[in-house]
């Protein structure tokens, strides 16, 4: 792992049933320290303003906080980012438990 990372982002495409695996940029993981911060960057970049909350162009991102998976003690946050149907914002919703972790270690 790079600094407590993978190093890879998996990128889904339902409407395509494609999936690929996508090397993250290291500088994105020491300006933004992965979980939420790292979300509202590839948010901020990927999707535009005008973008539909149910429109295939909008993003839904699972994330694991920077420490998760580590030895570090209470760092087993699963942060889940999307634009908001309701404020049409950036929304995110934040969960404890083994998912993180898991996800992480997957790879």
């Known amino acids: 792992m790079r600094y407590?990372?993978?190093g890879f982002n998996l990128e889904i495409d339902l409407s395509r049933g494609n999936i690929e695996r996508v090397e993250s940029d290291p500088r994105d993981t020491e300006l933004y320290l992965g979980g939420l911060g790292?979300?509202?960057k590839i948010l901020w970049d990927r999707v535009p303003p005008e973008v539909e909350p149910f429109s295939p162009d909008n993003l839904l991102i699972f994330s694991a906080g920077l420490l998760c998976g580590t030895p570090a003690t209470g760092?087993?946050?699963t942060i889940v980012s999307t634009i908001s149907p309701q404020t049409r914002l950036m929304q995110f919703?934040?969960?404890g438990g083994f998912w993180a972790p898991e996800l992480k270690h997957a790879g």
């Open 93 to 95: 919703s934040m969960m």
């Open 75 to 77: 760092c087993n946050r």
């Open 4 to 6: 407590a990372e993978t």
């Open 38 to 40: 790292t979300n509202a």
